[in-house]
């Protein structure tokens, strides 16, 4: 009588085993498959570290009526293409204290939360100085970026003045602070390989940034 007992309780457990994987394989499957946790992580990380970039151009004027070309040192954020033995977007905020138009990781902003660096060279390689936020491709699987405000030859940058101005580019040439300034609002598309889509709005005439 114990042994059937045994047998029709193993029986059952068994059958609830089965029944539990049934309903955890359907539920998955019937999740959006557009959903991606990482990809929305970075995301809303990028949206972060503008609004910190915005708020670090309010605190610290980079105006000095000694250098002609002082506008270049605005904190900038720029998106960049790795080296192509790796492959991959990535990018750096920064503001060019050296002058030389490329940033360097002593020049980048720092994450907030952990104080690891924005930035990265374009061999996209992960270390504990930086943040792996950065890595759009390598850490997030985003593939293509697209900006609508863009007028520089690769993927495209935003500026933000200490009066709240945004810029597309800055100026390589003496005595020139107002030129590339943002007169239309600037939409960010990103899209990963497995077909997400997501975007950032920066508005031209308050520099509020949103996702969109």
């Known amino acids: 009588m114990c042994e059937k007992l045994n047998s029709k309780k193993s029986y059952f457990l068994f059958e609830l ?17 557009n959903t991606q946790p990482e990809f929305k992580v970075a995301i809303d990380r990028l949206v972060l570290y503008l609004n910190q970039t915005r708020l670090q151009a309010f605190i610290d004027d980079k105006y000095d009526s000694s250098n002609p070309k002082w506008f270049r ?22 503001s060019d204290e050296n002058m030389t138009g490329h940033a360097n990781a002593d020049e980048s902003l720092k994450d907030p939360l952990t104080k690891k660096y924005i930035y990265s060279s374009n061999s996209c390689e992960e270390n504990n100085s930086n ?4 890595l759009l491709t390598k850490k997030f699987g985003i593939k293509n970026i697209t900006m609508s405000c863009n007028s520089t030859s690769s993927i495209g940058q935003l500026s ?12 390589t040439e003496e005595n020139d602070a107002s030129s590339y300034l ?20 920066v508005y031209a005439n308050t520099g509020f940034i949103e996702k969109i």
Do not use: A, H, Q
């Open 17 to 33: 085993i089965f029944v539990i994987l049934l309903i955890s394989y359907f539920s998955y499957s019937l999740l959006p498959k």
């Open 73 to 94: 040192k605005r904190w900038t954020l720029k998106f960049l293409n790795c080296s192509e033995t790796v492959g991959g977007i990535y990018y750096s905020i920064f």
């Open 131 to 134: 943040s792996e936020y950065v």
């Open 160 to 171: 933000f003045g200490s009066d709240g101005k945004v810029y597309s580019r800055l100026s």
């Open 182 to 201: 943002l007169n239309e609002d600037c939409i960010i598309n990103f899209i990963s390989n497995k077909g997400d889509i997501s975007g950032i709005k």
